[in-house]
């Protein structure tokens, strides 16, 4: 089904690979041309070179509309601490939905910048497999 949002993000994707904008890097997940995952990095010289510093506001911001679409911002994180300690909270969410397999869902929260909703779409989608 070819909807005009559809056509246009198509377009916008070619465009983003044949003429990228500098710092800029966007892709659609899997084969959902609706879902996208993207990467801004900041200008050279200045606190945010090569990403953001601290993306704790952008992750709030994020969590709070997660529920409302299919995606959500992801934003990588540059965090020192272990991704059991970093994603605490929502491995715990994932737990308390039947998800029992910390390493599993440990990989699925890092592939998904810590979104508890895209991360249990590719737990189910990775089952058995």
């Not at 606190?47 to 529920?67: A, K, Q, T």
């Amino acid at each position: 089904m070819s909807t005009p949002a559809r056509k246009r993000l198509m377009r916008d994707f070619k465009r983003l690979q044949h003429d990228p904008p500098a710092g800029i890097s966007g892709a659609p997940q899997d084969n959902n041309i609706m879902l996208w995952n993207a990467v801004i990095f900041g200008p050279d010289d200045t606190p945010w070179d090569g990403g953001p510093v601290n993306n704790m506001g952008l992750e709030m911001l994020s969590s709070m509309f997660g529920g409302l679409g299919a995606g959500s911002l992801a934003v990588p994180n540059r965090s020192n601490e272990p991704p059991e300690q970093l994603y605490a909270t929502q491995l715990s969410q994932l737990q308390e939905m039947g998800f029992f397999d910390t390493q599993e869902n440990i990989r699925a929260l890092i592939a998904t910048s810590g979104n508890v909703h895209a991360a249990v779409e590719r737990l189910l989608g990775n089952s058995g497999q």
